[in-house]
């Protein structure tokens, strides 16, 4: 089992980053520099119709995926199902109409809250509970934003390539291309590296290799020139927002929020910094916020987190329960 502080970090984090990148999610990093300065956004702010420190649905389908996980742990029972199910119930929360409520998330009144989420899981989700087949060619970043858990509810024994195709697996019930679900599998075997204390740098290796060892060459291109784009483009320092949008995009997609978390994680010297470069974009900020705190934080833990991103930081009760049954 993992160490608890590391799941923690992994899912507080996530959470801080998402919180503080979501008000910001949608504007031009010209709006956000007049607005907050040469830095950007750098604390919570309530602008943007947001409370002070609140989720959007990037942590509501983590914490679902979570329950999902960890009941099919104690159960005995077929992760992709359980998980399949705790998604109705989230979409459930959204105002889809489902009959069966199958989890305790549910009924938390906080996850009822409708913070811009993702059509396409609002879509496909809508077809499951009506008993349809989904079949899209969605490669949008709502896959990889809600698989971290997979990393922290993995057995010891497991591989590296099993974690890779649970995660996509999870991806794949709402996008089904492969930058879509492939990026959700590498990136999961990252936070599975850091919480076993690799660092970023071994941890992004691990995620390509598990990349080339399940994926063929034409799936996995476009994520894996992504991954190694952002690689590149952390070498040379810690870039402007400008050079982030150039060459890794706006955060939108599944290959694009994970080469943007990747760059922001292997070139801040720490997690507020790190966090900040994610989401200091014209681009998706809550995403890319929060997959750069699931990776830092489950490399660093959660004392790593600013004490002030803590304090009003919605639902911390919540992941702090979750973890603890990790």
Partial sequence: MIDTDSARGCLLAGAAGDALGAPVEF??????????????ITDYTARGGYGLGAITDDTQMTLFTLEGLLRARER????????RLAYLDWYATQGGGVARRSGELVHDERLHARRAPGLTCLSALGK?????QEVNDSKGCGGVMRVAPVAL???PEASDREVFTLAGNLARLTHQHPSG????????VMVRALVASASVEEAVEAGLAALREVASEGDRGETERAVRAAVSLARTGVPEPEVIEQRL???WTGESALAIAVCAALCAPDLREGVRVAVN????SDSTGSLTGNLLG????????????LGPLECRDLIEKLAERI
Avoid: C, K, M, N
Avoid at 27 to 40: M, T
Avoid at 128 to 132: D, E, K, N, T
């Fill in 298 to 309: 489950a490399r660093y833990g959660a004392e790593a987190i600013p004490p002030e991103w």
């Fill in 128 to 132: 499951i509970a009506a008993g349809q």
């Fill in 249 to 251: 995009g706006g955060g």
């Fill in 181 to 188: 679900y492939l990026s959700a599998g590498a990136f999961a």
């Fill in 27 to 40: 504007r031009s990093w010209q709006h956000i520099e007049r607005d907050f300065g040469p830095r950007g």
């Fill in 76 to 83: 005995g029972t077929d992760p992709v199902e359980e998980v």
């Fill in 153 to 155: 509810v993995a057995e």
């Fill in 281 to 284: 974009h014209s681009g998706d």
